[in-house]
């Protein structure tokens, strides 16, 4: 049983009312399924004068229609007013007095029509199928069809975006992450949930949580691969929330999930088994709770003249490509000091002579430079230094440069 309302203004909250499967036929028609109805309601007509009831309460003026087939119950809605309930089986019998300009046929095949003196659905069901095939075609024969109430199709149901989200309004405020993490667990267990009952998974949590002090406190996490791992989940936001607390107690917990489809993968039989993406991210986010945040990832460096400039990018979202050069011959290797030592020189001529550094000692017994560089001088961090390549005494060779803050020593070279 398929109902359909036709008139002015918005019909498909009205018919979501009713049914999960709601078509947008056009512009002021909606049909919906309301099979299985009568069970609350009772007889078809029982079930039309509820929609209807329904309706008035909204203030929506529209006709209703109900019929065994969709396409039967919108004519019947277009073209007749108030309630109508199509008996089954005598859809053509009721609906033979409606005009054909109700089936909104094409202009052309309108014009042919008229000329034939076919005006009404009951004389369009009277022609024969195969001179209307002959004569009109497909449109033709879909015409017959409908003017008799005969078609058959399903419903193309409106559907809507997945939404998961969830959330919590506290009647005191939470202070501690403890209480905090127990909120936290029964929100991720709610929409890991409903997620799996969709046969999905998600690669991205959003906390928003609201502040006594009245601000905001959001919170992205994005993971490597889609999971349904509510532990790693809790975990993960523990961690965040531990390098990242809120600046005041908690009033109200938002929470929301990217639906996207399970990862599927197989390895190879003689493949070393790797591990698992959500537990590589949970050690990662645990190192990142000792060391920092952004000391963590993959290094990129930047394009600048800056000695020593990268940034460390998440793992696996580094746009950096690596490539590997074939090195044909030997050659020196820089190992970077980090952080650069402290130096005191000693100068002959303008050049170093003798050197001093933690761990560092020496006369200079050769040296190439100084490489004067500079950058960045009309931004606040500008910098300038002087390098120098020395040999010393210890039988080592060292990166020397010299900044407007000393004199350090780079690296060393192998």
């Known amino acids: 049983m398929f109902a359909c309302l036709h008139g002015p203004g918005n019909l498909t ?14 512009a002021d028609t909606v049909t919906f399924d309301v099979s299985g109805l009568d069970r609350l309601f009772g007889l078809p007509q ?16 529209a006709s209703l229609a109900l019929a065994a087939n969709p396409d039967a119950a919108i004519c019947a809605a277009r073209g007749f007013p108030g309630v109508n309930l199509i008996p089954y089986g005598d859809e053509g019998k009721f609906l033979g007095a409606l005009s054909l300009t109700v089936l909104a046929p094409s202009i052309e095949l309108l014009e042919t029509l008229e000329r034939w003196g076919i005006r009404t659905f009951h ?9 209307i095939a002959e004569r009109l075609g497909n449109e033709g ?21 997945l939404t998961f989200e969830d959330e919590i309004e ?18 991720i267990n709610g929409l890991a949930t409903r997620l799996a009952t969709r046969a999905l998974a998600t690669d991205e949590l959003r906390l928003r949580l609201k502040l006594e002090n009245r601000t905001t406190h959001r919170r992205t996490l994005c993971l490597p691969v889609p999971t349904l791992d509510t532990k790693a989940f809790l975990k993960l936001l523990q961690l965040d929330l531990e390098a990242n607390p809120p600046s005041a107690p ?3 917990l938002w929470m929301g999930v990217n639906p996207v489809k399970p990862q599927t993968a197989q390895t190879g039989l003689f493949v070393p088994v790797a591990p698992e993406p959500v537990k590589l991210e949970l050690t990662l986010a645990r190192i990142q709770a000792l060391v920092g945040e952004g000391r963590v990832g993959t290094p990129e460096l930047l394009d600048t003249h800056r000695p020593d400039a990268f940034r460390v990018n998440q793992w696996g979202r580094s746009p950096a490509v690596i490539t590997r050069q074939v090195v044909e011959q030997p050659r020196l290797a820089l190992r970077i000091f980090r952080p650069a030592r402290a130096a005191r020189v000693a100068l002959a001529a303008g050049q170093p002579s003798f050197v001093m550094a933690d761990g560092v000692r020496g006369k200079v017994l050769d040296l190439a430079g100084p490489w004067r560089t500079s950058g960045d001088w009309w931004t606040p961090d500008a910098w300038q230094r002087d390098e120098w390549d020395i040999a010393l005494s210890d039988c080592a060779l060292y990166r020397l440069y010299c900044a407007p803050r000393g004199w350090f020593v780079e690296g060393t070279y192998d």
């Open 170 to 187: 506290l009647e005191y405020p939470v202070e501690l992450l403890e209480p905090l993490a127990f909120l936290l667990a029964r929100l």
């Open 123 to 131: 004389q369009m069901a009277a022609l024969p199928p195969l001179g």
């Open 13 to 26: 909250p009205l018919a979501f009312e009713f049914s999960p499967a709601v078509e947008a036929t056009s």
């Open 46 to 61: 029982d079930v039309a004068a509820a929609i209807a009831r329904r309706a008035r309460e909204c203030g929506v003026k």
């Open 250 to 252: 908690v009033l109200h």
């Open 141 to 161: 024969l879909r015409l017959r069809e409908l003017a008799r109430g005969e078609a058959e199709r399903k419903l193309l149901p409106i559907i809507e975006p």
